[in-house]
């Protein structure tokens, strides 16, 4: 650690104390020699003339305060495991939609680049080192984004034309649906965003993808509140981003080449995992639509098996023959 980055997080050690603190733990707050501890102190106690008291009785270091001696060391002094995380933080934001919170987000990263200008002369600040990759993101228009986010905030009707990809065929374009909405959670699920809201035309919960509204509106007319318990009870009990009742439960037996990599993984908050003798890892989950569930498990191919219940496993099935259909020549 730097020493002005050292010299700051030890008066704020000191200042924020309300008894006092033992050498040992400044040693593994700071994570520093014994010797570079007490060039600090001294540096304090000299430069900036604090009246830090080592208490015998407590065996610790307490700072007295001095109404006339009131010091602010520079606040911008961050450590270099803090200067990370803003710039894993500016990584986030530069990687937002440009037309989410426009204003808002560039007020923040015109902060977060103060931040680094005052770090620079204490490291060298190598920001093309962090990179971001997202897979699975479509590419769509989220121009409605920000007003979604508003209506979410601030509890507000909307009204909307909505096209969904179920209706998409080959013959004619999807037909787009007009709903009045109480807007309820905005979720971000695998590099997309999703509206929950209370549709006011089915009187039930639903989910929207934001990309495919059409045309939006927002009414001064307060949404229709549902208690966060009810929220949570309709759209995580299953499997997957359209949540819904767990009416299944999958069991899945994964080969022990790809066990290692599965255990570690969480496909749902309920999901239960079992190691099996043979080395393979057996994965159950509750699920209600199987859309999701049944793209999931093709792209580990062979190395996975649906154990049950039969109509999923018969669902793979069908799956595997159609794709055996258009691979044939290349297996005959």
């Known amino acids: 650690m730097a020493k002005l980055e050292s010299i700051n ?33 001294a540096e304090l106690r000299n430069t900036y003339s604090l009246n830090i008291e080592y208490q015998r009785e407590y065996n610790g270091y307490v700072l007295k305060h001095d109404p006339n001696n009131e010091i602010e060391l520079p606040n911008h002094l961050f450590t270099t495991k803090e200067v990370n995380a803003i710039l894993l933080i500016e990584q986030i934001i530069n990687d937002l939609d440009p037309s989410f919170l426009k204003q808002d987000t560039q007020a923040v990263k015109q902060h977060l680049t103060k931040i680094k200008q005052s770090f620079i002369g204490q490291k060298k600040l190598e920001s093309h080192r962090i990179r971001m990759i997202n ?8 121009q409605f984004l920000s007003q979604v986010t508003q209506a979410v905030l601030q509890q507000k009707q909307i009204s909307l034309q909505y096209e969904a990809r179920s209706t998409l065929n080959q013959i004619k374009r999807p037909e787009r649906v007009n709903r009045k909405l109480s807007p309820q959670r905005l979720t971000h ?5 999703y509206l929950d809201a209370w549709c006011h035309h089915r009187n039930a919960l639903r989910t929207f993808a934001v990309e495919r509204i059409k ?13 966060a318990k009810t929220l949570d009870k309709h759209y995580t009990p299953s499997f997957g981003i359209f949540g819904g009742v767990a009416e299944h439960s ?47 498990i093709l792209k580990y191919g062979d190395q996975v098996e649906v154990i049950s219940p039969p109509e999923l496993r018969q669902k793979i099935a069908l799956q595997i023959n159609n794709l055996t259909k258009i691979y044939h020549s290349l297996t005959e």
């Not at 000191?14 to 040992?24: Q, S, V």
């Not at 699920?189 to 965003?193: A, K, L």
């Not at 045309?215 to 208690?227: E, G, P, R, V, Y």
């Not at 066990?259 to 496909?267: P, R």
């Open 9 to 41: 997080q030890l008066y704020s050690l000191l200042k924020n104390a309300r008894y006092p603190l033992a050498k040992k733990y400044f040693l593994q707050r700071m994570e520093c020699s014994e010797a570079s501890f007490e060039r600090h102190i």
């Open 189 to 193: 699920y695998r590099d997309n965003w």
């Open 215 to 227: 045309t939006l509106k927002t009414h001064q007319t307060n949404s229709k509140k549902i208690a």
């Open 135 to 142: 897979i699975g993101k479509r590419k769509s228009e989220t």
């Open 250 to 296: 999958a069991i899945l037996k994964f080969t022990p080449q790809r066990s290692q990599w599965v255990s570690e993984e969480i496909w749902h908050h309920n999901q239960k995992g079992t190691w099996l003798k043979d080395g393979s890892f057996q994965l159950e989950i509750p699920y209600g639509n199987d859309l999701e569930l049944i793209g999931d």
